[in-house]
């Protein structure tokens, strides 16, 4: 029976809910030492020396630092700029600087207190602005990162010819990721000199890449394998790198394993972020709004170090035109330096950021040229044949009309506008209610040639008892990945469900399937398992088949230009959002979001359903209360109590359709979606604020005391 | 010494009365259903139930359980014979990391048992101590309604 499309049992539920899945911090090793961080207590300066107080007891601790790295004290990812451990510079507040690992927890803790670190202060770098202003400089010439440009058209031109130019400044803060399990790790020794990793991770095959060169191994000389992860969202991409760093070398030093556990104040202030932005529009259209030309200014605080910001700036720049076709389009980018932890991959990776500065652009482009946004968007969306801001034309799998049409009828979009415009009117009511949408589209797969330089593998294989192994590198975090490409296998196979498993990632037993990043584990690692599948079906005296990503058809990209197909396929959303003000507190309560997602097609309705509800949350949080405090670098709120999540309280009631425009080149017409739930709440809640209130809040979060500044 | 009843069967303990219950059940116990989130009592990952009304267990000296009941995810149900409940949040979308899974479950466990009404706003404030970042909470509280009986 096919079970694609259908939403079979969980394969990682049942030891979820039975509190029997084993997660890091659950395994029980054998003389285990706990291991913390020394980290910086400023945000730039040089390290003057390290002292050690003579009267702790330190014969009962390993204390790693910089000099016991057995290779290249450096974290290796796009470029190897970061340092595992400081050596005689601090480029961020929360660097780490050594390590302490003990038997007893309490004990490691209390010995972080009698080290003593002396620096030479330097006054810091804390803003884009001042980065940009190089009022020091931390990075080249110039403290920018990456810059990437995008044209299309002649922009000159565009604005020649229009009749209005809207002009507007957008800013977005930090987010972080705020999954329930913090980073962790476990590291040993085997007999043989393997270094056995587990954690809490999204990519295996990144930490094995980071490790090698740390440790002065080769791949066979280190086993990497993912720990059930309790949620990641981008923050368990590239961060578990330097953890899983931290572990072995405490693990090589002490000879005994050796656990590292952040507690949550430790991670929050010193892990990844969502990266703050600034973005700015000028917008030339003509008398009846349609685009003419798109200037855009991005901007990006990329933190102290690299990381991935190029990749997420990138990104961010793609998606910054919006949803919409325009003929004149001339888009800047740049990530830079500051005294900041470094920011990274978040759920997004870059839209959040320019889509809501887009699609808050369109709702000040409408109230000037006072036509409805609905009718702005209608006149500018993107379908089939339309012309992206790169020169990618889209050819098939569009679903941006009909997730705007379909959500607008669901929630009854106009009718409860002209009902709250009612309400409105009347001073006695105790709050405004406000409706708006946003429309966002997100690429799924990596960007441009990403996928094929990568070059993923992914492995079906046969035993003898007839049970189908699956083998990839792509991580269960949540998501139900697991179950996705099980079910793929299964339905491609032809055998039941129950016969198919899936490998728990692990560099010495399956493939590099590329990272679980980027929307990209169904679309890209399932159409490998499926076409492997497939191979293992043709030839029954196989056990096993391995298969490696071509490029689908012809697609090309330019790198240099920025020209091209910068992505195989989008996924196309639509939110309304519908809430209220309390005129006195200006508190915001969301009383419902009404959205349409358009997958392609769903495998497991439900799981896509929770990704979406999920991600909406997440996407509200960023919009309304998640407000990360720095001051000097440091994060303030570094806890639950101060930076807050929603609750199921705040969660508004979400009403979720699944639309499917099929991708001819994804697994039975599947594509990438897991990150545009994110993108879409955020915008679509300031435009039911601007409906609510008459003004237009263009930085997030908005929070009732930004709000009350506003009205005042 | 105290004395307790865990999960139904009588327990003792004679470590330090100070110790965290979430630690006592976790490292002295080896029972690692009870998950560690924040360690301030602010997202319920640790919750389990001290005599049928959930608590943090990360903010409660072991000492304060003495002659009380405690229960955890393990009395609820076994991969082999899971609870209604773990079975519907299995099914319903109620699990996807599964990090704030058990504790999440205990409160609703609780919930039911007490007889709470079918309400999806009275659920959502019984729920509020109990941070979940995946699901959204509503095929949670979708789960929950399906198990209220008035």
Redesign the interface.
């Known amino acids: 029976m096919p079970v694609v499309g259908k939403s079979v049992?969980?394969l990682?539920?049942?030891?979820?809910?039975?509190?029997?899945?084993?997660?890091v911090?659950?395994l029980?090793l054998p003389g285990c030492l706990f291991g913390v961080t020394l980290r910086s207590s400023i945000a730039y300066g040089s390290i003057k020396g390290i002292a050690f107080d003579a009267a702790f007891p330190w014969k009962e601790c390993v204390v790693v630092t910089a000099k016991d790295v057995p290779g290249q004290n450096r974290v290796q990812l796009l470029e190897d700029d970061q340092p595992l451990l400081a050596e005689t510079r601090v480029m961020h507040p929360m660097e780490p600087i050594a390590l302490i690992a003990h038997p007893d927890r309490a004990t490691a803790y209390e010995a972080l207190r009698h080290v003593r670190v002396d620096y030479e202060e330097l006054d810091p770098v804390l803003s884009i602005e001042d980065s940009l202003a190089k009022k020091r400089l931390l990075r080249g010439e110039d403290n920018v990162f990456r810059s990437f440009l995008l044209e299309k058209g002649d922009i000159r031109a565009g604005f020649a010819s229009a009749a209005h130019i809207v002009e507007g400044e957008y800013r977005v803060p930090h987010q972080e990721?705020?999954?329930?399990?913090?980073n962790g790790v476990a590291a040993w020794v085997e007999k043989d000199g393997t270094v056995i990793i587990t954690g809490s991770m999204q990519c295996p095959y990144y930490v094995l890449k980071a490790l090698k060169p740390i440790l002065g191994l080769p791949a066979e000389k280190i086993r990497v394998i993912q720990a059930?992860?309790?949620?990641?969202?981008g923050g368990k991409e590239e961060f578990p790198n330097m953890i899983c760093g931290h572990a072995a070398l405490l693990a090589l030093k002490a000879k005994q394993p050796v656990k590292i556990i952040y507690?949550?104040a430790e991670d929050m202030a010193c892990s990844t972020k969502r990266h703050p932005a600034v973005v700015r529009h000028k917008t030339g259209v003509d008398s009846k709004g349609r685009l003419l030309a798109q200037e855009i200014d991005v901007l990006m605080d990329g933190g102290a170090y690299v990381t991935v910001s190029p990749v997420v700036l990138s990104r961010g720049l793609l998606h910054s035109t919006g949803t919409y076709e325009c003929p004149h389009v001339r888009a800047r980018a740049r990530v830079v330096a500051t005294n900041t932890p470094p920011n990274g991959a978040f759920r997004g990776f870059g839209a959040p950021q320019t889509l809501f500065a887009v699609e808050l652009h369109m709702e000040k482009i409408a109230k000037t040229l006072g036509i409805p946004s609905l009718e702005l968007r209608r006149r500018n969306i993107l379908k089939i044949g339309s012309v992206m801001a790169t020169g990618q034309r889209l050819k098939e799998s569009v679903g941006a009309s009909d997730a705007l049409e379909t959500t607008v009828r669901r929630s009854g979009y106009l009718r409860k506008r002209a009902a709250h415009d009612r309400w409105n009117k009347d001073p006695r009511k105790p709050c405004w209610r406000g409706i708006g949408l946003a429309l966002v589209h997100h690429g799924a797969g990596f960007t441009g040639s990403g996928e094929v330089n990568i070059a993923s593998k992914a492995a079906v294989s046969r035993a003898r008892d007839g049970k189908i192994w699956v083998k990839v590198s792509n991580t269960e975090?949540?998501?139900?990945a697991s179950t996705t490409l099980a079910q793929i296998a299964a339905d491609t196979l032809g055998v039941p469900l129950a016969r198919v498993n899936v490998v728990t990632p692990d560099t010495h037993r399956v493939p590099d399937t590329g990272p679980t990043v980027a929307s990209r584990t169904c679309q890209i690692a399932g159409g490998l398992v499926r076409k492997a599948a497939l191979r293992l079906k043709e030839k029954p005296e196989e056990t096993e088949c391995v298969v490696q990503y071509e490029a689908p058809g012809a697609i090309h990209w330019d790198d240099k230009l920025y020209r091209g197909e910068a992505y195989g396929a989008y996924g196309f959303a639509c939110a309304v959002v519908d809430l209220e003000v309390d005129k006195l507190t200006c508190e915001v309560k969301v009383r419902k979001v009404t959205t349409c997602h358009e997958v392609g097609k769903a495998i497991h309705p439900?799981?896509v359903?929770?990704q979406i509800?999920?991600?909406?949350?997440?996407g509200l949080g960023y919009a309304l209360i998640e407000d990360a405090v720095f001051r000097k670098g440091v994060m303030q709120n570094a806890?639950?109590?101060n930076y807050t999540?929603p609750?199921?309280?705040d969660?508004p009631?979400?009403e979720v359709k699944i639309l499917e425009h099929p991708y001819s080149h994804g697994p039975f017409g599947a594509k990438g979606f897991g990150e545009l739930p994110t993108d879409v709440p955020a915008p679509a809640v300031a435009a039911a604020l601007l409906h609510a209130t008459g003004k237009l809040f263009c930085e997030l979060p908005i929070l009732p005391e930004r709000i009350a500044k506003a009205l005042a | 010494m105290i004395r307790f009843k865990l999960n139904g069967k009588r327990r003792s303990y004679d470590g330090p009365l100070f110790k965290r219950l979430l630690d006592v059940l976790?490292e002295d116990l080896?029972l690692?259903?009870?998950?560690?989130?924040?360690?301030?009592g602010?997202?319920g990952?640790c919750t389990v139930l001290l005599d049928g009304e959930p608590v943090n267990s990360c903010l409660v000296p072991v000492g304060q359980v003495h002659g009380r009941s405690v229960e955890?995810?393990?009395a609820?149900?076994?991969?082999a014979k899971?609870h209604p409940l773990?079975?519907a949040?299995?099914?319903?979308?109620?699990?996807?990391?599964?990090?704030?899974?058990?504790g999440m479950?205990l409160c609703a466990w609780s919930y039911i048992r007490k007889g709470g009404r079918k309400d999806?706003e009275a659920?959502?404030?019984y729920?509020?101590?109990?941070?979940?970042?995946?699901?959204?909470?509503?095929?949670?509280?979708d789960v929950i309604l399906g198990f209220c009986k008035r």
């Open positions: 049992a969980r990682d539920g049942l030891a979820k809910v039975t509190g029997t899945a084993k997660y911090d659950d029980r990721h705020a999954y329930i399990e913090t059930v992860t309790g949620g990641a969202f507690d949550r975090m949540g998501q139900g439900l799981i359903e929770g509800m999920g991600g909406v949350l997440q806890q639950f109590t999540i609750t199921a309280v969660a009631e979400i | 976790r080896g690692t259903g009870t998950k560690e989130g924040c360690s301030e602010e997202c990952a955890t995810i393990e609820m149900g076994t991969p899971p773990q079975k949040f299995l099914l319903r979308g109620g699990t996807q990391c599964g990090i704030c899974t058990p479950l999806p659920i959502r404030e729920l509020a101590g109990n941070l979940c970042r995946c699901t959204g909470y509503q095929h949670i509280v």
